[in-house]
């Protein structure tokens, strides 16, 4: 296809979005403000629907690969470890072709990048993208470059966006830190979760020698002193594997994230600029779709523009097509991490109880709901 496309951000979105272009045979340029957008981060979970949208975007090898660690066995438990829901995981790769897996954000990274045959990252901070009758132009500190059309993937605190579209990311009440362990420290494949009272903590194997875990807390238990030091008082009375990965894991590997989100209703299309990823609907990472969300919406844009070309009828069609799933998916998972949140003792014992009973009758609705249509074997 004879277009020339700019991407503002060389996270997975934009690194989707460039597979999606490969595809098409658009040429392309990546802009990124990192020293090395690709380095850095833990582990990252991928269920079914990042999954097929990889495979769509020409990763199918990787996939292949990755699906050989699947996760096969794994659920919620109390922070006594009474197991309140199993994750009906042979289930879910009936219906949806994979197991979740687990694995390194560098590596999902850089796999991505050297599918794309290693294209130059353009170091720039972009400070806005402007659209025109022909075409959109990228302003950063590299200065100005005009392309057929953009694509903005810079994450929730997207400059371009918010110069387009100005919005501010929503705070919630919760901290979190992620980590992953050097060696064996939990079964293989096998993600759990554990709920306390407005503590969480939860893992999943990525391999035999390493497991990422993340614990969430809320502020309110975080008044006083070092939080990670008050965290992981906190942390002391939850089952074995979460002592054991928390020991697994250098103090200066744990990375400290705000959880946030952005309000849904972003545009995710302007006349020749088009939106993905964070950018666009960053959600929290409760249930862990958000990396997802953006693999889906590279693979979406692939379909549609394959169809309508480059232009701003089919980015149109891609805002179309999008908006409903990513707005629901902001609102599941904001309000599931609520719910997990909950402090209050009797509160969340109602809710284990009430989790315990439906959760094998309605977990498979809500399955449904988080995996989307897009998924197939
Ligand atoms: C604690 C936590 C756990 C998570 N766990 C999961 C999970 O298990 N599974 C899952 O699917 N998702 C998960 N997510 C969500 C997932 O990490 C994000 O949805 C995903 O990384 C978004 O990718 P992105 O490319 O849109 O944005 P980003 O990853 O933020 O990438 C944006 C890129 O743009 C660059 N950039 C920023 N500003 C500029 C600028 N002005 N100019 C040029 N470049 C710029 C940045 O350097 C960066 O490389 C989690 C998120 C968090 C916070």
């Known amino acids: 296809m004879a277009a020339r496309l700019g991407i503002v951000g060389a996270g997975i979105a934009g690194l989707a979005a460039g597979l999606a272009c490969r595809q098409l045979g658009i040429d392309f340029q990546l802009f990124d403000a990192a020293e090395d957008p690709l380095a850095g981060g833990t582990g990252i979970t991928l269920w079914p629907n990042a999954l097929c949208a990889l495979s769509e975007l020409g990763m199918r090898n990787f996939v292949d690969v990755v699906a050989s660690n699947a996760m096969t066995n794994g659920g919620i438990a109390t922070d006594r470890g009474a197991v309140l829901y199993s994750l009906p995981l042979a289930w879910i790769r009936r219906q949806y072709g994979y197991f979740p897996v687990c694995v390194r954000r560098d590596v999902l990274q850089r796999r991505m990048y050297e599918a794309l045959d290693e294209p130059k990252i353009v170091r720039a901070q972009v400070h806005r993208v402007l659209t025109s009758k022909d075409g959109a132009v990228v302003v950063g500190s590299h200065g100005q470059l005009w392309y057929d059309a953009v694509i903005i993937a810079d994450g929730i605190h997207s ?8 919005v501010q990311p929503r705070p919630t009440h919760y901290t979190a830190w992620r980590g992953m362990t050097h060696g064996a420290v939990v079964d293989p494949a096998t993600m759990w979760e554990y709920w306390g009272l407005g503590v969480r903590f939860g893992y999943a194997s990525v ?17 006083d002193g070092d939080s990670w030091t008050v965290a992981r008082t906190l942390l002391e009375r939850f089952p074995p594997p ?48 958000g990396g997802a969300l953006a693999i889906e919406d590279a693979a979406v844009w692939l379909e549609v523009v394959r169809d309508a070309g480059v232009s701003p009828a089919a980015f149109g069609i891609y805002a179309d097509r999008r908006r409903r799933r990513v707005r629901q998916m902001a609102y599941v ?10 402090q209050s003792k009797g509160v ?9 009973m439906t959760g094998p009758v309605f977990g498979r609705v809500m399955w449904r709901r988080l995996l989307g249509s897009r998924s197939r074997p």
């Open 333 to 342: 998972t904001r309000q599931f991490g609520d719910i997990m949140q909950w």
């Open 207 to 223: 391999s035999p020698q390493s497991t990422y875990w993340f614990a969430t807390v809320n502020q309110s238990h975080l008044r």
């Open 348 to 356: 969340a014992c109602l809710r284990n109880a009430l989790f315990y």
């Open 242 to 289: 979460v002592q054991a990965c928390i020991a697994a894991t250098a103090d200066s590997d744990i990375l400290h994230h705000r959880v946030q989100d952005l309000p849904p209703g972003c545009p995710m299309a302007m006349g020749h600029i088009a939106l993905m990823g964070d950018a666009a609907h960053a959600i929290t990472p409760n249930l862990g779709f």
């Open 159 to 166: 400059q371009a966006r918010n110069c387009l579209y100005p």
